[in-house]
Nanobody, 121 residues
Framework: HVQLVESGGGSVQAGGSLRLSCGPS????????MGWFRQGPGKEREMVAI????????DYADSVKGRFTISRDISNNTLILQMNSLKPEDTGMYYC???????????????WGQGTQVTVS
């Protein structure tokens, strides 16, 4: 099985930035839909950002629009989530995921990583 391994999480003050990475993974250079999800303390898991390789478009949660950017680094087979202007409400475990379609991914299907913790204070 192709694995997904996240890295780049940590603790940061509000207003700061973090760059999450997922990979290297063969999914990045494939037609699979890939995305980032998060689960905050006492909250349900939610979509943060997804990228459709087939349509080459992205979708973001309203709460992160203008602050987060998802991208694929094909040369390194790595999925990136650049997070700027971080807020305490961005705190949570961040997961990388991949599925055959973005609808499947949003439904929780596909392959998922173990997560990386982001804490904003």
């Amino acid at each position: 099985h192709v694995q997904l391994v996240e890295s780049g999480g940590g603790s940061v003050q509000a207003g700061g930035s973090l760059r999450l990475s997922c990979g290297p993974s063969a999914y990045v250079s494939s037609a699979y839909c890939m995305g980032w999800f998060r689960q905050g303390p006492g909250k349900e898991r939610e979509m943060v950002a997804i990228h459709s390789a087939s349509a080459d478009n992205t979708d973001y949660a309203d709460s992160v629009k203008g602050r987060f950017t998802i991208s694929r680094d094909i040369s390194n087979n790595t999925l990136i989530l650049q997070m700027n202007s971080l807020k305490p409400e961005d705190t949570g475990m961040y997961y990388c995921a991949a599925a055959g379609s973005c609808s499947s991914l949003k439904g929780g299907q596909g392959r998922w990583g173990q997560g990386t913790q982001v804490t904003v204070s």
